[in-house]
């Protein structure tokens, strides 16, 4: 009986996934590679031509870029945190969180107001800094919006480095650089890669930064679907180009799962290495001074774009006032059809919830199937499970778009917050199984021997130890719904338009004033999410 009610529960968010997932991204698969029978035809087409071929180009370059220039700006700060302690050490590591979970939309919206034409630091050096509209601007936010997640992963993994090898290593002459290259940096290379690979990937399937920062001159395949589909309506190039991205985005998404199966097996080290305290004599150094340098750049580029959305918000004709506030919400000023303001905070609002609730009810039967249970095929479910991470939410939207169009489905609010849910739930999946994980296997053994059956040992033994997992992939999830633009643009009818579209309205209106009063609602939202993911403390890459 225990095994028909176990594998009846992980059938039902299987059942969830081929329906809304894999399905809708077949008859993409068929509209790209079907014409008569299987062809590359329309693939070779796309290729061929020099403006997709450029696109395509572009997106793995810039993706590589910013990957880098992530690493340049978050290693430095990894190694800080895993070898020294200073005052407010927990407070950096929180606001240098920040960027991950601000909508992209925002960051997009506050690199504008900053560098652009008309912008804070043009008004101060007198000229264009010739960054909005060009690649600078995409690899600068998407630095911005990444390295969180390099300096969160490499200094976890750099902490449990077992210093026996480095001092072993010192024993034996090794120094300084050598040191670190030939010891300390094999041993941290999992957190390295790892992190990389998933910046790669949140870089290559980006949109909205690309979209708003670049321009259709640097567009990314991402926008160029978006583009042929919403603009042109292209249904046949946008599938093509939807199976090219899906199929880079599936080997990309394959070597970070198996470079976090490394990063995993390391991250088991229970050893914690002690940190050093920096005293005020340390700080005179050079390696002091050098370190208060980079936090206060690095907290200069987190902080500059989050408080130019503030100041843009507060800021009317040239004097501090209220007014973009009140605008936001006055139908005299509304760019939207459909709805309002309000209406649109109450769809993201509702959207969330709705995210949250079964985002969690899919993810958490396939984390305890993957974490519990030996089967055959165990490793092909879990890259299944995790695939949606690896498809963008505008090939979900063009997916969606063409597999329910002809249903009761289509145009209401439940395919909005479908597409939501398959966006968000591999964040709650591994939230969830990271927490499953940590769980001793004879507590959950010990239930059982005392006659419980194993759904009643799962929830009344193993779920409560997991609830901090299941809280940050919850709250993920609702800044996920949140944040979302792509998939919501594609599939929202006027009536549910969403805080992200109503801010990318009002910039698409030139009411940059009212889309930073809309902004800052998303902030603290965002914020809010951000502290309660940062006081549980369990991570969800």
């Known amino acids: 009986m225990r095994f028909r009610i176990a594998h009846l529960l992980l059938l ?83 606001i240098l969180t920040v960027p991950f979970v601000m909508p992209s939309i925002m960051v997009a919206l506050g690199f504008t107001i900053l560098f652009g034409r008309d912008g804070i630091i043009a008004n101060l050096i007198g000229h264009d800094p010739g960054i909005i509209y060009t690649w600078k601007a995409i690899l600068l936010a998407h630095a911005f919006y990444n390295f969180p997640v390099v300096v969160r992963m490499v200094s976890a993994l750099w902490q ?9 290593a010192m024993a034996l002459g090794a120094r300084g650089w050598r040191l670190f290259w030939r010891v300390t940096l094999p041993l941290i290379s999992p957190a390295i890669f790892a992190s990389a690979m998933l910046t790669f990937v949140f870089c290559f399937l980006s949109f909205s930064i690309p979209l708003i920062l670049g321009g259709y001159r640097y567009a990314t395949i991402e926008v160029d679907i978006f583009t042929s589909v919403m603009t042109l309506l292209d249904f046949k190039t946008g599938a093509v180009l939807a199976v090219i ?47 208060a340098l980079y936090i206060l750049v690095v907290l200069l580029f987190i902080v500059a774009p989050l408080l130019a959305v503030l100041y843009d918000s507060l800021v009317f004709n040239g004097h501090l006032s209220l007014e973009n506030y009140r605008r936001v919400f006055s139908t005299a000023y509304n760019p939207m059809f459909g709805t309002s303001t309000l209406g649109a905070v109450r769809n993201s609002l509702l959207f969330g919830f709705a995210t949250v609730v079964f985002s969690t ?17 165990k490793r092909i479910l879990d890259v299944l499970a995790m695939l949606p991470l690896a498809s963008s939410p505008i090939t979900i939207g063009l997916a969606y778009v063409r597999f329910f169009h002809s249903t009761p489905l289509y145009y209401t609010f439940w395919i909005v917050a479908i597409a939501h849910v398959v966006i968000a739930y591999p964040f709650v999946l591994r939230a969830i199984s990271t927490s499953l994980g940590k769980i001793k296997r004879n507590l959950f053994e010990a239930a059982l ?31 996920m719904s949140i944040a979302e633009l792509g998939a919501t643009y594609m599939l929202a009818t006027p009536e549910y338009t969403t805080m992200t579209i109503a801010v990318y309205k009002f910039i698409g209106a030139r009411q940059f004033g009212s889309a930073s009063a809309l902004s800052v609602l998303l902030m603290l939202v965002s914020a809010l999410s951000f502290m309660i993911i940062e006081r549980v403390g369990e991570e969800v890459w």
Do not use: C
């Open 449 to 479: 021997s005392l006659g419980a059956r194993e759904v009643t040992a799962f929830l009344r033994v193993e779920l409560p130890l997991a609830i901090g997992g299941l809280v940050v992939g919850a709250i993920f999830a609702f800044a």
């Open 12 to 94: 039902i968010p299987v059942s969830f996934l081929l329906v809304f997932f894999y399905l809708p991204m077949a008859s993409v698969l068929k509209l790209g590679l079907w014409e008569n029978g299987l062809t590359l035809t329309g693939v070779i087409s796309v290729i061929e031509n020099g403006y997709h071929r450029g696109v395509i180009a572009f997106t793995i370059a810039q993706a590589l870029a910013s990957t880098l220039l992530t690493l340049a700006i978050g290693l430095p700060g990894a190694y800080f945190f895993a070898n020294y302690d200073f005052p407010g050490k927990r407070a950096v590591k929180a």
């Open 361 to 377: 009810l899919v993810a958490l039967p396939i984390a305890y199937a993957l974490n519990r249970w030996e089967f055959r095929g």
């Open 160 to 168: 449990r480095v077992n210093p026996h090898y480095e001092e072993a």
């Open 245 to 291: 991205q899906i199929a880079l985005s599936g080997v990309f998404m394959y070597l970070y799962l198996k470079s976090l199966e490394a990063y995993s097996k390391r991250e088991e080290q229970k050893l914690v290495r002690e940190t050093r305290r920096l005293t005020l004599r340390d700080f005179l150094g050079l390696r002091g001074i050098g370190m």
